[in-house]
């Protein structure tokens, strides 16, 4: 019991801990968002500064920034990304489960595919921010990322942005990226 109770406080103070101010500089705790514009590959997970965040899209709590942007701040964005959603590299697609179970032939799919994963990183300059809104990182083709902290940062990305196939395009336009990697 008393080993439960040691677990559960320890979970406790580890989900709320990004959400709370921290000794030192002061920081704040704000909800984050993976936003991927490139429909090649799916996004598993990503970090800001080592925060993480899935892949799956929403806002999830919490990561930690400090009160206030000062120049020359840095953040190393490091992500998961599976290369070839729904197929693996030879091109084969999963097998199909029997009488709702997995086969031992998906397992092994899925074992290829999962290897095929790539973790990347790259350091960016933090971009000003004021009035925030979350952490959003909006990953773009060509292994391209960007962070939007700034509210109005934000709105001007998404506003009015159209849906569909169009989307991804005009993010990507909207952000600096490019359309296709050479």
């Not at 206030?68 to 693996?88: F, H």
């Not at 097998?95 to 799919?109: A, C, I, L, S, V």
């Not at 934000?154 to 196939?165: D, H, I, W």
Request: glycine share 10%; aromatic share 8%.
């Amino acid at each position: 019991m008393r080993r439960l109770f040691g677990f559960a406080a320890a979970w406790i103070w580890l989900s709320l801990s990004g959400c709370q101010s921290l000794a030192g500089e002061e920081k704040i705790g704000i909800p984050a968002r993976v936003v991927n514009a490139d429909k090649s590959i799916r996004i598993i997970w990503a970090t800001f500064n080592g925060q993480g965040v899935s892949g799956g899209g929403g806002d999830e709590c919490c990561m930690s920034i400090p009160e206030k942007w000062k120049p020359g701040m840095t953040a190393e964005i490091t992500w998961k990304k599976d290369p070839r959603p729904k197929k693996n590299l030879d091109g084969s697609s999963p097998p199909q489960w029997k009488n709702g179970e997995p086969t031992r032939e998906w397992d092994e799919w899925v074992r290829i595919h999962q290897s095929n994963y790539k973790t990347m990183s790259k350091t960016i300059n933090v971009p000003k921010y004021g009035d925030t809104c979350g952490v959003t990182l909006v990953f773009l083709p060509c292994d391209d990322v960007r962070v939007i902290l700034d509210c109005d940062q934000k709105r001007e990305a998404f506003r009015n942005l159209p849906g569909g196939e169009m989307f991804d395009t005009e993010l990507i336009r909207r952000l600096g990226g490019k359309q296709a990697c050479q």
